[in-house]
């Protein structure tokens, strides 16, 4: 199976704050990743995908790059409904694998 | 607007089958294009994969679940289901139905989510 890492596992941060997560896979996947938002109680809410597209609906605050191992998922200015697990996802084999999520809480 | 939603029972005794089934609407699961997925959540844990299907009825599964679980489609009813055997408090979880396209689009539709508690 892929392993997907993702560092770091929490980081607080303030509203307006460009904040970075990195994800590291096991293997290269060319451009096989997607992003997901996480708020307690709720379902995953779809970010990215294929690594850098954005889904309709999510601002454009959001924005993802990488290939072959390494991605990263940034927000550029943080929102107060930013705040949530994000959770990195491998599609380039089955099985699929998730990151173990980072947790962005408020500063 | 393409919706899926879980149902099926919140609890479940040890050793026994856990079944749940996933209606689609908005779309046709007969439609092809897309594979048709369960996930699971532990309390407070990162996101598990279990398993597939396409309409075709052709699926696979999580090697650390493969014994016991089993995904079926029913495209008469636009759904499909799931059913895990022989569980454990260890499958105790919040169950997701989603929408895939593994080389698009990821999962880009999602249940709700329903929460299946394992206990005598």
């Known amino acids: 199976d892929i392993q997907m890492t993702q560092s770091p596992s929490s980081l607080s941060a303030s509203v307006g704050d460009r904040v970075t997560i990195t994800c590291r896979a096991s293997q290269s996947i060319n451009d096989f990743v997607n992003w997901y938002q996480q708020k307690p109680g709720q379902a995953p809410r779809p970010l990215i995908y294929?690594?850098?597209s954005l889904h309709s609906g999510v601002p454009s605050r959001f924005s993802g790059s990488g290939a072959g191992t390494d991605f990263t998922l940034t927000i550029s200015s943080l929102q107060p409904e930013d705040f949530a697990t994000y959770y990195c996802?491998?599609?380039?084999?089955?099985?699929?694998?998730f990151g173990q999520g980072t947790r962005l809480e408020i500063k | 607007q393409v919706q899926l939603q879980e149902s099926g029972p919140g609890l479940v005794k040890p050793s026994q089958t856990l079944s749940l089934t996933c209606t689609v609407s908005?779309?046709?699961?007969?439609?092809?294009?897309?594979?048709w997925t369960w996930i699971r959540q532990h309390p407070g844990k990162g996101l598990e994969w279990i398993g597939y299907?396409?309409?075709?009825?052709?699926?696979d599964y999580s090697p650390s679940l493969k014994s016991r679980v089993s995904i079926s489609v029913d495209t008469s009813k636009n759904q499909f289901s799931l059913k895990l055997n022989s569980v454990t408090a260890a499958d105790t979880a919040v169950y997701y139905c989603?929408?895939?396209?593994?080389?698009?689009?990821?999962?880009?539709?999602w249940g709700q989510g329903t929460t299946v508690t394992v206990s005598s």
């Open positions: 989603a929408r895939d396209s593994p080389t698009t689009y990821g999962m880009d539709v």
């Open positions: 299907i396409y309409y075709s009825g052709s699926a």
């Open positions: 908005g779309d046709s699961i007969n439609s092809g294009g897309y594979y």
């Open positions: 294929a690594s850098s």
């Open positions: 996802q491998q599609s380039y084999s089955t099985p699929t694998t």
